[in-house]
């Protein structure tokens, strides 16, 4: 409940968005020492080091990309498989993408403890997105691009949603929404982050 409460006052306020994160317990996805701070609003280390974002990021992004039942959605950037179990809730089927193998075997252990089963992650370098599976209904990015990434705009349907953090990754990012449109994409400006960069090629584990 002290979850939600915080989640709320950091402004996530959509009922399904809220519901879906009541479902998915955090600590499932951080290891060790760190699982006793699952419930606190911070991102925590994970494999490989990098992190799993802070929860009212997490829904606030969410509740940005409008993901309805019948979607199917592509998420760029695994990590703990936390945000693709909370998307897995919402849509009919989510497609993530890590460039490290180990963070995709880890998470996908996660999903079938957990009984998702609308979850295919796979090991790639997500900036050129899954071709053989667009177009999506909805996009997500969870690291930082310096521009949106060409193939993923290719890869929304008209009409479809892509979220992501775009920025130097040491500076402050934006955190942008760009909306497929018949004759282009219209883009808007949702807040300021910071998350990780999206590299190129796969991780070394
Ligand atoms: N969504 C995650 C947090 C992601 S952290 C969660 O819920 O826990 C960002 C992730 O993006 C990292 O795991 C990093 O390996 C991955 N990443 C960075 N560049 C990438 C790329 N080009 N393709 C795929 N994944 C990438």
């Known amino acids: 409940m002290q979850f ?15 519901n879906a994160m009541e479902r998915v317990d955090r600590a499932a996805f951080v290891k060790g020492l760190f699982a006793e701070r699952a419930y606190e609003d911070m991102p925590l280390p994970i494999s490989c080091g990098q992190t799993i974002s802070q929860p009212s990021i997490v829904g606030i992004m969410t509740q940005a990309l409008n993901v309805q039942p019948r979607h199917k959605v592509l998420e760029i ?23 490290y193998k180990r963070l995709v075997a880890e998470a996908q252990t996660i999903f079938t403890a957990q009984d998702i089963t609308n979850i295919t992650a796979f090991t790639a370098d997500g900036s050129f997105g899954f071709p ?3 177009p999506f209904d909805r996009i997500l990015l969870t690291a930082a691009a310096e521009d949106p990434p060409g193939p993923l705009m290719a890869q929304l349907r008209v009409g479809g949603i892509m ?26 400006e949702l807040r300021a982050v910071r998350f990780v960069p999206l590299l190129e090629g796969l991780g070394a584990d």
């Open 132 to 134: 053989e599976q667009a």
């Open 77 to 99: 950037g695994t990590g703990s498989g936390y945000q693709a179990a909370i998307l897995a809730q919402l849509a009919r089927r989510v497609y993530t993408v890590d460039r």
């Open 163 to 188: 979220v992501l953090p775009v920025g130097q990754s040491d500076a402050v990012q934006s955190l942008i929404r760009v909306t497929r449109t018949e004759d282009g994409y219209d883009y808007e």
């Open 4 to 18: 939600l409460y915080a989640l709320r006052s950091k402004g996530v306020t959509d009922t399904r968005v809220l």
